[in-house]
């Protein structure tokens, strides 16, 4: 099981304004990019989450990170070190057509991730 881990960085505020809030961490492994069904290790707890590796192609980013979507997770974690093992990747990473395609992909993955961990929807 790969694991990365870092400290909690400010993003683009994408991912809340999109319904699915992430924790970013810089990336300074080779991992193949995609989202990962993952567990986010915080304060020695462990959180089911989804974590996308890559560059965000649908906003034509070049920055490669890692963002953690943590299921069921309200806390503030910017500036918070956090570890994160990828368990199983369940797609790769895609460029999608609009921010509305993207959040339905979003909400299909997190459906899967869900799925995996026998979690109630």
Known sequence: MTKIQGRVKKG???GKNLGFPTANIAVKI???EG???SNTIFKKVKYASLTFIGEAETFQEKLFQAETYILDFNSNLYNQW???ELIK???GNKKFRSEGALIEQMKKDELVARGF???VV
């Open 12 to 14: 683009f505020q994408r």
């Open 30 to 32: 080779n991992i193949d």
């Open 35 to 37: 989202i990962y069904i």
């Open 82 to 84: 956090i570890s994160v």
């Open 89 to 91: 990747k369940i797609r």
């Open 117 to 119: 961990f026998n979690m």
